[in-house]
């Protein structure tokens, strides 16, 4: 799947302000300063469409982004991306912590064209679990919910990988596969490793359900 161009599009917080649901849309879900707006920069191949930023906890309402793809087949589509505020930043007032779950929530359950949901973990993180296995309990109640509950698609990322060492990769999406119960795609948005294979796992949820069956 080839990018060809993108905007930002809309911010909203409430669906009233939510773009309409015309077009296939992926989402980026995860953690506060997991990486969503850089992943997202890269995968758009911009260096700034999403606003990145060192204090976690900025992106507060849902962003949307709409580009357009030529896809395996040759056939362009038009698509929008969903950046998601992140959760679990404890600095953050606890209104606002508890004012996301139900936006996020709200989105992910009723999002009639939402296609696919990526699901980033912080590597280090996961590599942390081999200590504390109570890291990331939220992402994999998060998984679960989304593929159980609400019958999401949902792509595992592990972000920031250039982090890591070489030797720690493999173990990392080891830990990652046992606790999300699949493949995770390596990625990180200063090399953009892993940015291909988020695309082909994208265009391979968006042709595995045909058009008829859902709402596109
Ligand atoms: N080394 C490295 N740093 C990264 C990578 N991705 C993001 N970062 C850094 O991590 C910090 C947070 O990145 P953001 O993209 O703003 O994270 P976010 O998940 O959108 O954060 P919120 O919107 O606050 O939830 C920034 O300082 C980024 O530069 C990566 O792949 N590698
Ligand atoms: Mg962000």
Redesign the pocket.
Known sequence: MHVLDAAFLTSGVEPRAWPEPRRPEIAVC??????????LN?LLGRRSL??????????RAINFFSLRARMPDGVTTELLLA?L??FG?AQVSRAERAAWRPLIQRYLETRPTLRVVLL?CDARRVLGRREDPSLLREEQELDRWLRESVGREVVPVL?????LSKHERRPAAELAHAMLGADPVL????SRQGTDEVWRRVAGALESRPAAEGVL
């Open positions: 995860g953690r506060s300063n997991v990486g969503k707006s850089s992943l890269a999403a606003r990145v930023s060192r204090t976690p906890g900025r992106t950046d505020p992140g930043y980033l972000t920031k990988i250039d982090k990625c990180s948005a200063l």
